[in-house]
C-alpha cells in the first residue's frame, strides 16, 4: 500500500515498520530507539538473529553521536561517499544501539543515503535500522511493487518509484590497519583508489574464522528458478538465458534482457531475477562472460549467489 510522506513519519514514530525508498534499494525501516520495532524487522524478513542492520543517519556528523574515535580516513570516505551508496562499519559505544541491531557485535554498520525521500524521513525520526526491504534469501526490492510481492499489497511502502543504482550499498571495515570491502555493492573497488590512495581488497568470509560481515554467509538475491552460470555459451543452447542487449545468443535460445552497460544492469538486475519467478520460468542460463572489474564484479557476485 502506497503512503504519503507524513504517514511514514508517523508510522515510523509510533513504532511501526515502513518500506522506505533508497537510491541503492528499499529499506525495511524502523526507529533504532523503538527495539520492538526492531524484533518486528527480524520477524518480518524472517531474518537470522546473528545479522547485524544497518543503521541510516540523516548526515554524516551524527555517527559521532555513536562512537568514541573513528579509524583513519574515514573523514575522507565520508566526504567523498556521503550522502550515497556507501556504508561504514565502525566500533561503537555498544550501550547506545540496541544489542539485537547490531547482533550482540562491538560495531555497527552505518549509511548517509542520498534519496530524497529517504532524507526527508531521517531527519524528522532520527536514525532508522534499514535492511534491505525482502524476504531473507530473496532478490532486493527495486520499486514498490517487489515490497509487495514479499510482505503483501497492504505493507506501507513509501513511493520513491524504482531505484536509481539497483544494487546494495558497498560495505567498508577498517581491519589490520586498512580500509576492506566486506560486501561488494553500487561502488566500485576502483572508486576508492583517489580517495584512500590504494583499491581495498574484497575480503571473502572464508578467510576469517569470524565472519568480517555475517549477511554474507547466507544464500541471497536468489529466485525460484534454478540459475546456470555459463561463461561461455554453447552454439546449440537451447533455454531461457538471461544476456545483454549487444550480444547475439544461439537460435534456441528466448532471451531475457539484462541491459548492456553496467550501470543498465545493475539496476534492472533483481527486477529480472524477479520477473522470471512471475513468468513461471522454472531454469534460465545466465551469460556470465562478463569484465572482472569495475560494477561488473558486483554483478558477478551477486549472480554468483543466485544461482548457489
Ligand atoms: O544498500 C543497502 O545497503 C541497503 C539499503 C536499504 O540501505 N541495505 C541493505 O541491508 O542491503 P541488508 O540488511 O540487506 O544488508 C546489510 C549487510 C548484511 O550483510 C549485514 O551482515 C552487514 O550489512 N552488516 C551490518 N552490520 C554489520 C557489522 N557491524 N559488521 C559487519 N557487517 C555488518
Ligand atoms: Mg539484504
Known sequence: MLISLSEAIRLLSSGEVVAIPTETVYGLAAALNSPQAIDKVFDLKKRPQNNPLIIHL????????????????????????????????????????????RAHLTTAAFRVSSHPLAKAVIEKTGPLVMPSANLSGRPSSTSPIHVEEDFGPSFPVLNGGPCDKGLESTILIFTDNHWQIIRLGSISPEEFKSVLGYIPDVATTAEHKVPLCPGQLYRHYAPKAKLTLLSMIPSDLKGVILGYTSRIYPPGCQVVPLGNTPAAVAESLYHVLRLIDLEGITHAYVDLDIPQEGLWLTIMERLKKASS
Open 58 to 101: 540523516a548526515n554524516a556528523s551524527k555517527i559521532r553521536d555513536f562512537v568514541s574515535a573513528l579509524p583513519p580516513g574515514f573523514d575522507l570516505l565520508a566526504d567523498a561517499f556521503w550522502p550515497g551508496p556507501l556504508t561504514i562499519v565502525v566500533p561503537v559505544r555498544t550501550e547506545l544501539i540496541p544489542e539485537k541491531a
